[in-house]
């Protein structure tokens, strides 16, 4: 399994972003989907998280501002980041918990993406 990871880049604060992260491979499903960020000299912390029932969970840093959805039939994840601001600059994954055989549960980790957000 491979989770591809596209969109970050530079943004004016403000100004808006979208990331998707598609999954490939061979596998019976994928359960909740995720995206994360490291800052320089930080922790990884959790941004969004989604369900494969599209239940949604938010950092309360984002709340408001950043939306995560999902395409079961695409096996893809995005993050719609809009008002981002100077703090939201960090390298963001996106994360799969994945089913390779029923009940045979797996987390995979994307490449990371980087979004930069300055004047």
């Known amino acids: 399994v491979q989770l591809q990871a596209s969109g970050g880049g530079l943004v004016q604060p403000g100004g808006s972003l979208r990331l998707s992260c598609a999954a490939s491979?061979?596998?019976?499903?994928?359960?909740?989907m995720g995206w994360y960020r490291q800052a320089p000299g930080k922790q990884r912390e959790l941004v969004a998280a989604?369900?494969?029932?599209?239940?949604?969970n938010y950092a309360d840093s984002v709340k408001g501002r950043f939306t995560i959805s999902r395409d079961n039939a695409k096996n893809t994840v995005y993050l719609q980041m809009n008002s981002l601001k100077p703090e939201d600059t960090a390298v963001y994954y996106c994360?799969?918990?994945?089913?390779?055989?029923?009940?045979?549960?797996?987390?995979?980790w994307g490449q990371g993406t980087l979004v930069t957000v300055s004047s």
């Open positions: 989604i369900t494969s029932g599209g239940s949604t």
């Open positions: 994360n799969a918990n994945v089913a390779l055989y029923p009940s045979k549960n797996y987390n995979y």
């Open positions: 491979g061979s596998f019976f499903s994928i359960n909740d």
